[in-house]
């Protein structure tokens, strides 16, 4: 079945460090790829989206680009600011778009 | 334009009571999806509704859940006779149509319960 893998964490980068979050993933046909960030205390918020093979999502300077060819699907920030620590979440969408399938998120702390 | 609302924020109960979590969807979405996520992991689909009817429920477990989406009013998850177990964030996202998550849903900002 469909199903995602993430990097594990935490993670704790110094403030303007370079950032790299592992995703791969597992799917029949041609899914929709996401990032979801959350904040200590609420909810998922979408930070970035891509809905076919070498598209680029990108929001707030995070970047993922979809690789079919290594079902991969890595968030990147070249500088990370403290206000950034949150949990990240890679997620992907069923071929119905009714059902997502999430990681199980990574711990990210930025220390000044 | 509200986004998805969710209430209670917190919700605490001792095991054996009821839990009732509602869900009120974007203005217009008539589409609701339920999903928990337990300490330490992702987030995994619970139920997926339409008004009135119930099109998906793959995810939920096979005793004490329930889940409705009445014509009038919020989505409203139900957990009877609750257990340590069930302690966990719940988070509900809407649509307008039926799969448009392909484009990503948003979600609201959850229950939290607590259970003792």
């Known amino acids: 079945g469909d199903s995602v893998t993430q990097m594990e964490g935490p993670v704790t980068l110094s403030e303007e460090a370079f950032l790299t979050i592992n995703c791969t993933y597992t799917a029949t046909g041609y899914p929709s790829l996401f990032w979801y960030v959350q904040y200590p205390g609420e909810g998922l918020q979408l930070l970035l989206k891509?809905?076919?093979?070498?598209d680029k999502g990108s929001n707030k300077g995070f970047e993922a680009t979809y690789r079919k060819e290594t079902t991969s699907f890595h968030l990147e920030k070249g500088s990370v600011q403290v206000s950034d620590s949150a949990v990240y979440f890679c997620?992907?969408?069923?071929?119905?778009?009714?059902?997502?399938?999430f990681g199980t998120g990574t711990s990210l702390t930025v220390i000044p | 334009n509200a986004g998805v609302m969710q209430n209670p924020r917190h919700l605490v109960r001792r095991r054996g009571q009821e839990a009732r979590l509602r869900c009120s969807p974007m203005k217009g979405h008539s589409h609701v999806y339920w999903y928990r996520q337990l300490p330490e992991e992702g987030l995994k689909f619970m139920v997926y509704?339409?008004?009135?009817?119930?099109?998906?429920e793959s995810g939920m477990p096979k005793e004490r859940f329930s889940a409705e989406f009445p014509k009038e009013g919020p989505s409203i998850l139900r957990i009877q006779q609750v257990v340590r177990g069930d302690s966990a964030a719940y988070f509900c996202?809407?649509?307008?149509?039926?799969?448009?998550?392909?484009?990503?849903?948003?979600f609201g900002s959850g229950t939290r319960l607590t259970v003792v």
């Open positions: 891509a809905t076919k093979a070498d």
């Open positions: 997620a992907l969408s069923s071929n119905t778009g009714n059902q997502f399938y």
């Open positions: 509704l339409q008004k009135e009817n119930i099109i998906d």
């Open positions: 996202a809407s649509s307008a149509n039926e799969g448009q998550g392909v484009y990503g849903y948003t």
